[in-house]
């Protein structure tokens, strides 16, 4: 996809939406497991990192399995791509000399559904695959941290990270004295509104999944 003639490509945010392969209820109750589980974790590290020794596919799925009730068998690999179902082609933003904003929109797959995610980077040039991965890794942080933000509560600790996370949440941190600069990595962070935060916001509740006849 090319970048609109009136604007300059460095000003554009690339798009990309990501489709996981689970069912809305499964990823609700996946997500606490997945994330307290140091076997699940470590394999994940181990398969987003290209100069590590390649996790065994073969027990990763056994334990993934194992937290999300289902078959094996029904279990994607590491190398069918894990828990990503789908993405979107690439759509591309950005605001005119107006404030106006505009998205060119890329194809997105035969899914009926929302997607999960999206990417939302500008353009930069990565010095390897490694650090492109690194980079996407913790701006998917840090969308988690304006989420957060967003509910007047601090996020936990392992989201205290500066950099861009959502698009339109550094827009509200660039233009509103009223949040520090979460989205520049070099800003000095005056609070992380621990002060507003309940004791147990980071308690995850999930409802079970309701029973169907056989």
Known sequence: MSVPNEIQPADAVYQKDVYVGLEEQTLGSLVGDLLGNDDVMAA??????????????AAFSATLAEITGKDPADVPSLSDGCLLEAVSDLHVHWDDAAGQYHTQW????????DPHARIEIFEFDPDSIVELKCQIARHLLCQVRDCYLGMGIAPPEPFRLLSAGHHGA???YEHYEFYDRYHDPTAEISTWYEEYTPDDAYELSVPPAAETEP
């Open 44 to 57: 994940l590290g181990r398969a987003i990192d290209p100069t590590a020794a390649r996790p065994d596919d």
């Open 106 to 113: 890329g194809e997105q797959p035969d899914i009926e559904r």
């Open 170 to 172: 550094g827009t509200g």
